[in-house]
């Protein structure tokens, strides 16, 4: 057994990176977590650090080494093999003792993988950013939203953060609705109530403005799982918007049925945003929704299929069920 | 007529500073335009250098020097004289001879005192960002939106642009209705159309969502002027949701008659955004509407004031038409 065929799926999401080590049956024999990996958000060396953690952890229990690994898959949004730019990690795998090949992969495939093997189906996404996908023959054929948080991504982690910042703003500022939010955001970024007033409006609105200014827009993302946690209507009101939201990107690149992997802690919960989508999707609701934790058993999947091994629905469910048994 | 008291105003927005010297008459004696003048926008140094550039250019014309002026006046955003933190400026004004008193006022109080010397009354500037004001006893007593792009500015010419810009993202995304404003935003932003299609996309919104995140946010605020440019259905809804909005801001500071000093581009200009404007405002309307270009006239005279002088009607008269002389 020390000397069977072995791949590695390796997920480079926006928080962290997910490495898989699998054999060519689908059993998963080390899995390791690492820093952010996307070199688009982090520059190639970070990105490279996040993924190199990750696989050093994924052949730690076996104490396997690169240079027993055939295939590296590596699934990441905006960098494909088309591109021809993977220098930045094939230079660092091939100076651990890589020889094999390495294929990129977009994550919104390899959360799809990590649901279902159909070479017809679909994938929406909702953590920090929000898409849906149509695959055709194992390939992605069309895409809705996607387009970040300045521009899209509706009913995103970041949609939701941005909206409960808005209404705590419109709050105060008595512009919108009194709403429960106004309290959780101040305690959660620790600003205390002031009712001191320059130019009319209460220095918390000053304070809170300041500090969400500070941030990096995409930190408002974080504001998000106020809205999960609390019972209002302003929160709920926007929780049900982003299901809609997502449920129209979804119809926009339905075409006909189709499993439907659901990824992302978004969509995830139960709760408002999950009934707003379902209702939204009406009769097209009859889509048979898979839920998936992110896209690390697809990335281990998709790198079963870039070296060449059969791959069923047996072999999904062994890669779930040894993968689950690391984490 | 050599040693007669001399105050200035400087009215640091944006994208420039202008500077007006008067006399304690109010007849304007020389005027001057330098660089963005706002510490909080680009540092104590650069905006220190955008006011003594105006200042210096408005004391050419009269061959007068700064250690004649008794006042200056500086109305800026985000600076006011209670925060006792002036010295970025007082030190580079002492350095060119300046021993007089240097005063600190709010941006939209100088653009109120463009147009009005009532102490009661309104303000509603909609430029890059937007907000409403209420005077009262020649102060700010209440203040609506001017949250910010992030936050709210709604209704100004970042909210605008950022809509353009997602009308545009969506009609290539096939999320939303064909607009007229996609051809006119990929040229002013020198994209070629490129029909091709990599995961169900055009290569034309790849390339467009680049380049729109290239940018900083704010910049969005450019593609403003496309909608007003342009004959077509989605750009007029977007103009008119922008009306409604200051519309609604204002009307969150109104409590009685007074003039209403409109300043900023967004609503200077006749079309959907004024016309919604003065629609839901409905019979508040009946407001006196006092367009300005901006807060130089209103700096000026809040530098007479800051002297001492007596402010009358006719005086804010006089400064008007002598501003007017140097511009």
Chains 1, 2 share one sequence.
């Not at 017809?120 to 992605?140: E, K, L, M, Q």
């Amino acid at each position: 057994m020390g000397h069977d065929m072995l791949m590695l799926g390796v997920d480079a999401g926006g928080t962290s990176t997910r490495a898989v080590l699998t054999t060519a049956q689908g059993e998963c024999v080390g899995y390791g977590v690492g820093g952010r990996g996307n070199p688009i958000a982090v520059g190639p060396d970070r990105a490279a650090d996040g993924v190199l953690d990750a696989v050093a952890l994924a052949l730690a229990p076996s104490a396997r080494t690169l240079s027993e690994v055939e295939v590296v898959t590596a699934a990441m949004a905006g960098q494909r093999a088309e591109d021809g730019a993977g220098g930045w990690l094939l230079d660092r795998l091939e100076a651990e003792g890589f020889s094999g090949r390495l294929t990129f992969e977009s994550d919104l495939m390899a959360t799809y993988s990590s649901g279902s093997v159909e070479p017809f189906g679909y994938a929406i996404v909702a953590g920090t950013g929000a898409s849906a996908v149509r695959i055709s023959d194992g390939a992605i054929e069309a895409t809705a939203d996607g387009l970040g948080w300045l521009l899209g991504d509706r009913g995103s982690g970041f949609w939701i953060g941005h909206r409960v910042a808005r209404a705590v703003v419109r709050d105060l500022d008595h512009a919108g609705p009194a709403t429960a939010l106004t309290d959780a955001v101040l305690e959660h970024l620790g600003i205390a109530a002031d009712a001191t007033r320059r130019e009319g409006r209460p220095r918390t609105l000053e304070r809170l403005v300041e500090s969400l200014y500070a941030a990096r827009p995409i930190e408002l993302a974080a504001l998000a799982p106020l809205a999960f946690m609390i019972d209002d209507p302003v929160a709920e009101r926007i929780l049900r918007r982003a299901g809609e939201h997502l449920a129209d990107s979804l119809v926009a690149v339905l075409t006909g049925p189709g499993p439907l992997v659901v990824g992302g802690s978004v969509l995830s919960r139960s709760g408002p945003v999950r009934d707003a989508f379902v209702q939204r999707l009406g009769t097209a609701a009859a889509l048979d929704l898979l839920p998936v934790v992110d896209g690390a058993v697809g990335a281990g999947l998709l790198a079963l299929r870039a070296g060449g091994a059969a791959v069923s629905s047996e072999t999904l469910a062994m890669l779930r069920k040894t993968v689950a048994r690391f984490r």
